[in-house]
């Protein structure tokens, strides 16, 4: 049997609708991509049964979109807005868990060309790309195969691809092949051709079928975890007829050799010296539009004819003869966190001087970088033995917070135990009696229990390790460790593809920017006024604050009534707020004030805050209602009064990226009656809608009307206020200034 990253099937394939049935009916083997779309149904799953075509040897990939390019009528993009990606992760795991005979599974489609966005103004970053993708992997179970979205390669409207797609792989939690995309210009270019882009920034990718290579070697030279890792071409034509001067798209009649010149550079690729192995490559496409390959047999017998072998048997023989690296240990750990660079930042035994307050010789375990939310894997088969929110004080384990703990029963090796701790939470729906897989994803990492900044824990014991002398350690200058409770060095059992050992962290002072509470940028206070200002911040370093800590005046205009406050007691990932005694200057104006927090040795850290106010001169003036308090008639004129709040009322809590209505009763105070022409405009602060602009309601005087409004809450959590005004015909603002405040909150973990 070949190892999985060695092609062991045709390289031939086809894409597009009816690709698989041509295949089936013709008794041609190899692979075949077929794309479902949600259309908009997010509540109903689409799956597809394959499993004859399976049998027959044909390997179908099945491309999930939301829908076809929003650049045509009725399309909305491959991936919907970001506040829909869980709903459309919940219909893709939906969907493929009810689908058979599908090989792999492709997540969304060129999300860095601007005609896959959700709307024009929506752009699909790389980290969307990523999180979209994630989202699936993480409700699928690891038999399933996953690729991200293929990227377009010669397309820089969303940023330089090569850099889109290094950015979208960096943030993945894995995946089990990666789609590719690579296109020829004209059929009398050889798909050897070394042609490249003359225009920047695209003077490093091939302007030909080479396209591809580029993302390969990413992943070979950049991702140590995805080498070897199959890549499949999933689309490839030679784009343009020839003779047109590349302005008309299609297949000429006659490129039959140039599709079995490309199968066979293919096949030359695979057989080079290297790891990162091509499986098919799919012609595009089966029907649609110019490039349909439906009407025209000779390019379709080609393709019969081509690719039938990815490696030939005798490199097969050649490579497997190769000898390989062979562990000398039975049992294997594999790199628990997904998504984050490989890096251990504290190792087994470290810190004996430390760790004596607890009893033991040395840290009794690694830890492995991974920031909040990371996910954590199952380090190797087993079954799940104890699961433990929050540890009581009672708790032999209580340092862990929150952690669980897997069996591994080895044939021939014993019984091994894995602990992973300081989990923020432990996977919804799992158990103890559950049996996982090397890989499975078991929970998100944090600091929970006593922990100095968010990481993962691993304890790794071998049952009668302790009476048996295996729980010795040798400090790198000689020291031995005695460990008790059958607790051993996981370093030897540990697969670690491009990790990186660092020294253990020095302390850190950092501060974390997080909201700003009241009051907003650009409040106007009088002249002399007294006012309290407010920030939510982070201790996102690994000190803990305490005496000597301090929130110090940095630059702009010093509107504190001291140089200096004290910042809260936070340990490491506590959140609190910070306030500051303030007055207005005595001079009207526009002021700004800039303040940063200071270390007990003077040293300045972390992300300064700000606020900016105006100061103005007191008015003699008859005083106005407040906002959003009822003003009285004032006859003979356009006027406007805020009655009350139908939804949402002033400072309501609201998560980030969610959607609200929004409906204020107002009565016309005036003398004329609202009519055609009649507008409610966006006045001032953030615009929370997505248009600055609607009809006033219809409204004789003194009669109450509802003003709705649909809107988003910000992406940033603080106070946020949007402020609106009438118009009249002729465009003249009147009547009360109404506004919306809210509260946004980021989501609870």
């Known amino acids: 049997m070949l190892p999985p990253f060695f092609p062991d099937h045709e390289l031939r394939g086809l894409h597009g609708e009816g690709a698989a049935a041509w295949m089936l009916a013709n008794g041609v083997r190899g692979w075949a991509v077929e794309t479902v779309y ?54 893709c795991a939906d969907s493929i868990l009810r689908s058979r005979g599908v090989w792999g599974h492709i997540i969304a489609n060129e999300p860095n060309r601007p005609a896959e966005r959700p709307a024009p103004h929506i752009p699909i970053t790389a980290d969307d790309a990523a999180d979209a993708f994630n989202r699936v992997w993480q409700l699928v179970p690891r038999t399933v195969r996953l690729s991200p979205a293929a990227v377009d390669p010669t397309n820089a409207e969303s940023g330089e691809p090569r850099g889109y797609f290094r950015q979208m792989v960096s943030r993945l939690f894995g995946a089990d092949f990666f789609a590719l995309h690579g296109y020829a210009y004209g059929s009398d270019q050889p798909p050897s051709s070394d042609m490249r882009f003359t225009d920047h920034p695209m003077l490093w990718q091939f302007r030909a079928f080479r396209m591809w290579e580029p993302l390969a070697d990413v992943l070979h030279d950049e991702f140590p975890r995805f080498r070897n890792t199959p890549l499949i071409v999933t689309e490839t034509n030679h784009l343009y007829l020839r003779g047109s001067g590349q302005t008309r798209i299609g297949w000429d009649a006659d490129a039959s050799g140039w599709i079995r010149d490309m199968y066979d550079y293919v096949r030359r690729w695979n057989e080079s010296p290297g790891d990162q192995y091509v499986h098919g490559v799919c012609l595009y496409r089966f029907e649609g539009d110019d490039l349909r390959l439906q009407d025209k047999p000779a390019l379709l017998d080609s393709l019969r004819q081509s690719g039938a072998e990815a490696l030939s048997d005798v490199l097969i023989r050649s490579r497997l003869s190769q000898p390989r690296e062979e562990s000398t240990m039975p ?236 910042l809260p007691a936070l340990k490491p990932g506590q959140d609190g707020s910070v306030t500051v005694s303030m007055t207005a200057p005595s001079t009207p104006g526009s002021y700004r004030s800039q303040w940063k927090a200071k270390a007990p040795d003077g040293t300045l850290f972390g992300t300064s805050v700000s606020t ?99 809107m988003t809450v910000p992406p940033s959590p603080g106070v946020h206020k949007s402020t609106w005004q009438a118009l009249t015909p002729d465009g003249k603002r009147f009547g009360q200034e109404i506004y919306v405040k809210l509260r946004v909150i980021l989501p609870q973990a």
Not at 615 to 641: D, E, F, I, M, R
């Open 612 to 710: 900016q106010i105006n100061a103005a001169a007191p008015t003699v003036s008859t005083p106005k209602p407040s906002p959003n308090v009822p003003l009285p008639v004032q006859p003979g004129t356009n006027n406007l009064a805020f009655v009350e709040d139908v939804t949402v009322p002033d400072d309501t809590r609201l998560g980030v990226g969610s959607r609200f209505t929004k409906i204020w009763r107002v009565r016309n105070t005036g003398a004329t009656t609202w009519g055609q022409g009649y507008r409610f405009s966006h006045l001032g602060n953030a615009n929370l809608a997505s248009v600055f602009t609607i009809n006033l309601p219809p409204a004789k005087p003194g009669e109450e009307v509802q003003i709705v409004l649909e």
């Open 331 to 566: 049992f294997r750990l594999i790199w628990p966190v997904r998504g984050v660079p490989q890096t251990i930042t504290q190792p087994f035994g470290a810190r004996p001087e430390f760790y004596s307050q607890f009893g033991l010789p040395g840290h009794e375990g690694i830890d492995f970088f991974a920031p909040v939310r990371t996910p954590v894997v199952a380090a190797a088969d087993g079954r799940v033995t104890q699961i433990v929110v929050n540890a009581p004080p009672s708790d032999f384990n209580r340092n862990y917070g929150t952690y669980l703990r897997i069996q591994h029963n080895t044939p021939d090796d014993g019984v091994y135990q894995t602990i992973y701790a300081h989990l923020l939470s432990v996977r919804d729906g799992l158990k103890v009696g559950d049996m996982v897989k090397a890989g499975d994803n078991i929970g998100l990492a944090d600091n929970t229990g006593l922990s100095q900044g968010s990481h993962l824990h691993l304890t790794l014991k071998k049952i009668g390790a302790t009476a048996a002398g295996l729980s010795k350690f040798v400090t790198p200058d000689g020291k031995v460790l005695n460990y008790r409770n059958d607790v051993i060095d996981p370093t030897p059992y540990l697969d670690r593809p491009g990790a990186v050992v660092v020294n253990p962290p020095k302390p850190v002072d950092d501060l974390r920017y997080l909201a700003d509470g009241d009051p907003l940028d650009g409040t106007t206070f009088t002249t002399g006024q007294k006012f309290s200002k407010s920030w939510t911040i982070r201790n996102s370093g690994t000190t803990d604050w305490g005496p000597g800590y301090r929130l110090v005046f940095e630059k702009g205009f010093n509107l504190g009534d001291q140089n200096e406050v004290p």
């Open 38 to 91: 949600a259309d908009q149904g997010l509540q109903t799953p689409k799956p597809v049964d394959f499993s004859v075509h399976q049998a027959a040897g044909i390997r179908v990939l099945v491309r999930w979109n939301l829908s076809y390019a929003s650049s045509e009528p009725g399309g909305g993009g491959t991936l919907p807005p970001r506040e829909q990606y869980d709903a459309f992760a919940r219909w």
